[in-house]
């Protein structure tokens, strides 16, 4: 999809100023303001939306911006931060793990059982080293559980895959390339399998759809006809996914 960005510029918001930033998507044929989690604002308008209209939207929605940026900046995505320390929750395919941290030994590991997530490391504790073993954890996890989603989609969606590649992403859960090679955010096995899979098939599905047209999504909810319901819970739930 050819997007264009303009600028934007500033509009009142009960008395708040607020920036925003405007996306020209040709195929799109309503105009809609969309609030990210990190407080971005930005007004999603048909080519050749003029600065009329915009205004209107803006003016609108003034009330429900504010109060979506009120909620958002009070909300646990916000304030939420890793430390990697005893006792923190960590997730596996949605479910919940108490970070343990074993001192002394000579090798270090990771291993998860039993509700913990058992990290084995020298003593005194090197903070720096538990993040590192336990990103490292996740990203065996991530080659473990995702390939054989791949495999098992592609032959639904008839994607040719070239290859599966993972990366520790802060903003993207996966992307397709022209060449057909997929890339998966290995913060994306913390999610219930459901989303994982989710994410697979979107990503498959661009294979021969570059794009989010009617027709990507079409493909999209012939795999997986309760899409919708997960890539909303993944977006309501990806700030507990964090490493």
Avoid at 94 to 118: F, Q
């Amino acid at each position: 999809m050819n997007t264009r960005e303009r600028a934007g510029g500033t509009c009142f918001c009960r008395g708040r100023a607020v920036p925003y930033t405007i996306q020209y998507r040709p195929r799109r044929k309503h105009l809609a303001v969309a609030v990210h989690t990190d407080l971005r604002v930005e007004v999603l308008v048909p080519e050749k939306t003029g600065g009329a209209a915009i205004d209107r939207l803006l003016s609108e929605k003034a009330d429900w911006i504010a109060t979506t940026l009120a909620r958002l900046e009070s909300s646990p995505e916000r304030t939420f931060s890793r430390t990697y320390r005893e006792g923190e929750t960590f997730l596996l395919l949605g479910e919940r793990y108490r970070l343990s941290i074993s001192r002394g030994g000579d090798t270090l590991r990771v291993t998860a059982a039993d509700g913990r997530l058992l990290v084995a490391i020298g003593d005194p504790v090197d903070r720096s080293q538990v993040r590192s073993a336990v990103i490292a954890w996740y990203r065996q996890q991530a080659e473990a559980i995702i390939p054989p989603l791949v495999d098992r989609y592609a032959v639904v969606t008839g994607g040719g895959v070239q290859g599966v590649r993972f990366k520790l992403l802060q903003k993207r859960w996966g992307s397709c390339s022209s060449k057909k090679n997929l890339n998966f955010n290995i913060r994306l096995v913390m999610a219930p399998l459901s989303q994982v899979e989710y994410v697979v098939v979107h990503e498959l599905c661009h294979i021969g759809c570059m794009d989010h047209s009617p027709r990507f999504w079409k493909r999209v909810g012939t795999v997986l006809p309760g899409y919708l319901q997960e890539r909303q819970h993944l977006k309501e739930q990806e700030w507990e996914y964090l490493l």
